[in-house]
């Protein structure tokens, strides 16, 4: 079983809709939970991290962790074209070596957003 | 005033050779990662490096070998080129911050081609 499982898409939605993105993890030792916006041949950009469960809003962005269900979301309102990325949700164990196993990622949600 | 930034950007080399992508982080994050993205755009931890402590994923070659000369830098050897190295290569830097904050920047990545 893989440890983070994410819908790759793509996943299509009219400009103005509200998107939600999701991902399960089977790993009970991840505190915090990442969610990246990545362009075509671009890096990773970090958009939010929560740590533990709960929400957490920026913007028109809100992240939810559900840890009794291992879920967590993404969700965008108002979506705009610029919107259009692949979204990566991450996950980490930072108290076993401080976080040196790094980021277990999920493979990504192809996001469009249709003007 | 790039946080991490990679070199070469692009990378075509030939089967047997080794070749060696350089990477900065000038954030004075004190864990620095290399984490590889195959051509499914799956991002997979490859190597953490924090405090002179190095975590390897015990699913990379030995070919490949991280060398750092100092806090700011992580270097990515691979020696023995194969065809299944081609891939993109990004480094990535990380710091706890106060309360049970976290950031992480991702470098712009390095496309390796391998033919």
């Known amino acids: 079983q893989k440890e983070v499982e994410q819908d790759p898409g793509p996943l299509s939605v009219p400009e103005g809709a509200i998107v939600s993105l999701n991902c399960t993890y089977s790993n009970s030792a991840f505190q915090y939970f990442m969610w990246y916006r990545q362009y075509s041949r671009k890096g990773p950009e970090l958009l939010m991290y929560t740590y533990s469960s709960g929400n957490k809003e920026d913007g028109r962005f809100t992240a939810q962790v559900d840890k009794s269900s291992k879920y967590i979301s993404l969700f965008i309102r108002d979506s705009q074209p610029s919107d259009s990325a692949t979204y990566l949700c991450?996950?980490?164990?930072?108290?076993?070596?401080?976080?040196?196993?790094?980021?277990?990622f999920g493979k990504g949600t192809h996001l469009i957003i249709q003007p | 005033d790039t946080a991490v930034s990679q070199t070469p950007k692009y990378l075509v080399t030939q089967m047997g050779n080794d070749k060696s992508i350089k990477c900065e982080q000038n954030l004075g994050h004190d864990t620095m990662y290399w984490y590889k993205q195959d051509s499914k755009k799956f991002l997979k931890i490859m190597f953490s490096y924090n405090n002179k402590e190095l975590i390897i994923n015990e699913t990379v070659p030995n070919r490949f070998s991280p060398k750092s000369p100092d806090k700011a830098h992580l270097n990515l050897h691979i020696n023995s080129l194969e065809l299944g190295d081609s891939a993109v290569y990004f480094c990535?830097?990380?710091?706890?911050?106060?309360?049970?904050?976290?950031?992480?920047?991702f470098g712009p990545g390095t496309r390796l081609t391998v033919t």
């Open positions: 990535a830097s990380s710091k706890r911050t106060s309360g049970p904050g976290w950031e992480q920047y």
């Open positions: 991450a996950m980490i164990d930072m108290y076993s070596g401080g976080g040196a196993d790094g980021l277990t």
